[in-house]
C-alpha cells in the first residue's frame, strides 16, 4: 500500500499541501494546523479560541483517518507569543483536555516569529500512530 493522503470531507480544498498523509506502516503525519474553521475562517482571535480550534482540527484529520485522539503519539507546537501562551497556561490545560482527553503525547513548543496565515496566533502538527494503516 502506497501512502493515502486525508482531508476530511467537508473541509475546503488544502492549497499545495496535505491536511494529512498516511503511511503504509500506519503512522500518520497531521500537517500543522491552525485556528481556522473547515471553511479555512478564523471565528476566534484569541489564543484559547484558535486553540481549541487547532486541536479540533488535528482530530478532524486523526478521525478522518479511522483513528482517535488516544493515537496521537507527538504535537508539535508553534505559537507566536511566549507571554500570551504563558499567561493563559491554566486555560491551555483545560482547552486541551476537552477536546483530547487525558492524552498527553510526546510534545515540544517553538516560539516562532510569524505564520503563514497573518491571523494565525499557533499552528500545530502531529503524528498519530493507527495499527491498521489504512483510513476507514
Not at 31 to 40: E, F, K, R
Not at 74 to 102: C, D, M, N, P
Amino acid at each position: 500500500m502506497s501512502n493515502q493522503i486525508i482531508h476530511p470531507a467537508g473541509w475546503a480544498p488544502a492549497k499545495g499541501y496535505a491536511n494529512g498523509v498516511l503511511a503504509s506502516d500506519g503512522t500518520l503525519y497531521v500537517g500543522g494546523q491552525i485556528g481556522w474553521t473547515a471553511d479555512q475562517v478564523f471565528e476566534a482571535h484569541d489564543f484559547i479560541g484558535q486553540m481549541e480550534q487547532t486541536l479540533r482540527n488535528i482530530l478532524a484529520v486523526v478521525e478522518a483517518a479511522g483513528g482517535q485522539a488516544a493515537d496521537i503519539t507527538r504535537l508539535t507546537w508553534f505559537v507566536k507569543s511566549k507571554k500570551t501562551y504563558l499567561a493563559h497556561q491554566a486555560e491551555v490545560g483545560q482547552a486541551y483536555r476537552k477536546i483530547l482527553g487525558r492524552n498527553f503525547p510526546a510534545m515540544s513548543m517553538l516560539v516562532v516569529a510569524d505564520l503563514i496565515e497573518d491571523e494565525a496566533l499557533l499552528e500545530i502538527e502531529a503524528t498519530a500512530f493507527l495499527a491498521k494503516g489504512e483510513a476507514q
